[in-house]
């Protein structure tokens, strides 16, 4: 089952933060978040594997919520660079097919 | 990660025909799945391409319209068989390890039916 996505789309300033949020009416296994540039294959950007979990890359990280079947996508301070569509894919337990989120646009204006 | 290559990037069809997908990894991997995108959309998974096996489709997709090959643990194709306007789509094909790796995609098929 294909999981929530929130918000559809996104427009900020740099330097502005934002959050994406992902969730499931199913219970999950991993929380994965990628990000597609128009005209680009959708690229890894971290997975969460526990309930609980948080991870960061430079300005952008994500925590998981095992209980309430949900994830967030966290980016501050946006640069340019982060414009995208991103989308959160999930699994559930024993499931190694990916279900993808409708995907939240983000635009980043100077 | 692995390298992908995927062909053709784009196609023009005719309704009624067919066209086969490659996608071709630089290593041998556990998994590769098939995932369609229409513009703007999310990606929809059409099927699991296992290897020596039929592959195991999704729900709205079935063997007829979209045969999957996958001889070895580095290829496998796509087929898209007797095509309308509505299978006009962007066609990716990924590739994962094992169940808590990411998924890396190809460059994507862009195909157009007229």
């Known amino acids: 089952q294909q999981p929530v996505q929130s918000p559809q789309a996104v427009i900020l300033r740099e330097g502005e933060d934002a959050v994406i949020n992902c969730s499931s009416s199913?219970?999950?296994?991993?929380v994965h978040w990628y990000r597609q540039k128009h005209g680009e294959a959708p690229v890894f950007l971290m997975i969460l594997l526990k309930g609980g979990e948080q991870k960061g890359h430079e300005k952008i990280s994500a925590s998981f919520n095992e209980k309430k079947q949900q994830s967030s996508l966290y980016l501050t301070a946006s640069q340019l660079s982060y414009s995208g569509t991103y989308f959160c894919?999930?699994?559930?337990?024993?499931?190694?097919?990916?279900?993808f989120g409708a995907g939240t646009r983000l635009t980043v204006k100077p | 990660s692995a390298v992908i290559s995927q062909k053709p990037s784009r196609d023009i069809c005719q309704r009624g025909t067919s066209l086969t997908i490659q996608c071709q990894v630089d290593s041998q991997v556990t998994m590769m799945f098939w995932y369609r995108q229409q513009p703007g959309q999310s990606l929809t998974l059409i099927a699991t391409?296992?290897?020596?096996?039929?592959?195991?489709?999704e729900s709205g997709f079935v063997i007829d319209k979209f045969p999957i090959s996958r001889p070895n643990l580095t290829f496998s194709t796509l087929t898209v068989s007797n095509m309308s306007p509505e299978d006009s789509s962007i066609y990716l094909c990924?590739?994962?390890?094992?169940?808590?790796?990411?998924?890396?995609f190809g460059n994507g098929t862009r195909l157009t039916v007229t």
């Open positions: 990924s590739v994962r390890d094992r169940g808590d790796s990411p998924l890396h």
């Open positions: 894919g999930t699994e559930g337990p024993g499931n190694n097919d990916m279900r």
């Open positions: 199913k219970a999950l296994y991993s």
């Open positions: 391409a296992n290897q020596g096996s039929e592959a195991t489709y």
